[in-house]
């Protein structure tokens, strides 16, 4: 899956609001505290979340840097930038936001404090690019937070979403639906996009995913691109998938997720 499809995620109003309610608390949400908590911004400090899709990550850094300081939300989805403040701290720093693809940030050079990126690096075509991106807009000495999930590791509920479709012998709904790895990273890669930074360490993190039902694990496909293809089966093959997924949420209801979470300093 590529950025923009990864930004079409928001051109339908059921999956975004699904997003929202399913995934984003369980999900995504828990990977930004960690993030922000691992790089602790201080009071007052300038923060770039790039990639920030529906602000999960630019909310935490607002509350972190207080009223003092400042956070800009990038992304390519003006969709999703338009989330990025509900639900913010009201005494957190205001969150700005800007419309831009990883690989054309349009700030100035050395211009920022803190980046930080969560699972949004994987979608990115050019990914050595962002990251050049990212050294320039910080400052000297600036500090550098990105969180991916680990290849060749088992994602849920993702991959649980995906082979539940597939196994209903359902052509790809978009490119590489089936190729779960491509929205991971290799460690080597990692490294490699990350030799031009200097201090940097690459931890591999498990957070356990809590939900609060198995009824919520499942619906948490509708806030996917795979939700308009689950809803469209003719209801037996619907029913069917249904329940494989329903199967597998009972019986592993609080999978962890690994990720690596990288820091380095600019």
Known sequence: MTED???SLFQSDSIAEN???YLLPT????WARHLVETVAPRPGLTVLDVASGTGAV????ATAVGPTGRVIASDISPGMLAEVSRG???EGAPI???????????LEDDSVDMVLCQHGLPFVRDQAAALAEMKRVLRPGGSLGIVVWVAAMRLEPFDSYGDALRDEGIDEPFTRAWDFDSFKMTRAKLVKILAGFESTTIETTSLRLDWP?????????FGTPYGPVLSALMPERRDHAVSALRDWMTASPHPLVTAFVATATA
């Open 5 to 7: 499809a990864r930004s």
């Open 19 to 21: 997003y929202r309610h």
């Open 27 to 30: 999900v995504f949400e828990p």
């Open 58 to 61: 630019a909310r935490a850094a």
């Open 88 to 90: 913010a701290d009201p």
């Open 96 to 106: 700005e936001t800007l419309e831009a693809p990883a690989t054309a940030i349009p």
């Open 213 to 221: 039902s198995v009824d919520d694990a499942v619906n948490g496909i």
